[in-house]
């Protein structure tokens, strides 16, 4: 399938919600509640991800988008044809586009630090998914008892350019003896 040139998200055009026709055979149930969180998501970000359609119109993914877009009114939504999948490739498509995100996890403390922050700053937290159990358990993780800060390692280069092969061999060994680490490089 990478062989192929064009890619859905290629050619994204709006097309009428009225026209979009549901997977009869989609697994993923969207609950009232969770139509409610795309809605509002929609309202606080606008429409961030088109609904992928056969070349008929029928819905591969985004079924519960459309239910959002049904719910506030919206006339046309971006969309963009999954153009030449066999009928195995969408009916796949329909499971995996579900699966795949939920096959992810958190990172707890990170997500923990981001959601204070937006806390702090007065953001609207149930608007990102969370329900309120999900909020006040992720804001008030424990801290790790007698654990240092790991602190993430990074690299920082710095070409020296040299005159002769000399020079760079008493370069090097002089950062070496200060604990840097070298490696010679010709240009």
């Known amino acids: 399938m990478l062989a192929k040139t064009e890619w859905p998200a290629d050619r994204v055009k709006r097309r009428k919600v009225a026209q979009l026709v549901p997977y009869a ?29 056969d070349e008929k119109g029928g819905i591969i993914a985004g079924h519960g988008r459309v239910l959002a877009a049904k719910k506030m009114g919206l006339i046309d939504v971006p969309c ?24 992810a996890n958190w990172d707890d403390k990170i997500l923990s630090s981001e959601l204070l922050e937006l806390k702090e700053i007065e953001f609207d937290l149930p608007v ?9 358990k992720l804001l008030t993780l424990p801290e790790p008892a007698n ?15 040299c005159d002769d092969e000399m020079h760079q061999a008493d370069l090097l ?12 490089l010709m240009l």
């Not at 149930?29 to 991800?49: C, F, P, R, Y």
């Not at 030449?84 to 579900?98: F, H, L, M, P, S």
């Open 147 to 161: 654990v240092a800060p790991q602190l993430q390692e990074t690299t920082f280069q710095v070409i020296v350019s």
């Open 80 to 103: 963009m044809v999954a153009a030449g999948w066999t009928e195995t490739q969408r009916k796949a498509y329909v499971i995996a586009d579900n699966k795949l995100a939920l096959n």
């Open 25 to 53: 055979h989609n697994a993923r149930l969207h609950s009232d509640e969770q139509v409610d969180q795309l809605v509002a998501s929609i309202k606080e970000w606008g429409w961030t991800m088109p609904i992928l359609l």
């Open 173 to 184: 060994a002089r950062f070496e003896q200060e604990g840097l680490k070298c490696r010679p």
């Open 128 to 136: 990102i998914g969370f329900n309120e159990t999900e909020i006040d």
